[in-house]
């Protein structure tokens, strides 16, 4: 009997996380659904289950080395394995002029944005290649676009924010070392613009739904061999890093 597909979603308790869960789980994938706070996770996942979806909570702070490292013990003990990583958990920062955001902000959004993904891949490494083969998807943003930001005609050339936006860029950056280097363990890595997604990030302001802002993170999370890997895509296409 072949194990049911498992998949990790960080910062999975709501918007596109929580309806990136829903709709792996949709899939057939069995959720762990990552978030710091457990009231709201158990709510999610209790939502989850309302609809038939496979769901667990998974407590971790992307941020803090022990909490990561006791979540990736936790799965290791009830599955011995994951199928898919999906890195959601992020933060805008301070949306101020690149000259006035401190550096503490900087930090602070880095911290989350760039450090916390490589620490929670390294650290569930060994549970991703225990499945043979499986994904990783960073969820990127296309402010992470160097060739969409020093573009004057893109619609989000005037969005100048230097914490976010750089962060984005290293994490693509990331993308494509970690890419490079799992392959050879049948692991695929890409990076995922959701777009501008109606979140609490931007006030809902965002002209996407979180199901489509999802659709394209799931797309990745769910290659086959032979899909592609070490990309940048919006809905399936790719996006100029």
Known sequence: ?????????????????????????????????????????EEAVRLLEAEGIEARLLIIDVTDAASVKQAADHVHRE??????????????GQMVPPSQQSIDDIRTIYETN???????????????????????????SGLGSLGWLSDPDNQFYGVNFLGY??????????????AKEL???????NAADPGYTATDFNGHSGYRTVEQAASGIVWLASLDETGPTGGFFFDGEVVPW
Do not use: C, H
């Open 183 to 189: 392959a050879a363990f049948g692991i695929k890595v």
């Open 79 to 92: 599955d011995g394995k994951l199928d898919a990583l999906i890195n959601n958990a992020g933060i805008p």
């Open 165 to 178: 936006n750089s962060s984005k860029t290293a994490l693509n950056a990331i993308t494509v070392s970690l």
């Open 114 to 140: 760039v450090f916390a993904p490589v620490l929670v891949t390294q650290t569930f490494l060994p549970l991703l290649q225990a499945a043979g083969t499986a994904t990783i998807v960073m969820v990127s």
């Open 1 to 41: 009997m072949m194990l049911k597909k498992t998949v990790l979603i960080t910062g999975a308790n709501k918007s596109i996380g929580f309806e990136t869960a829903r709709q792996m789980g949709r899939r057939g994938y069995s959720v762990w659904l990552g978030s710091r706070d457990a009231a709201r996770g």
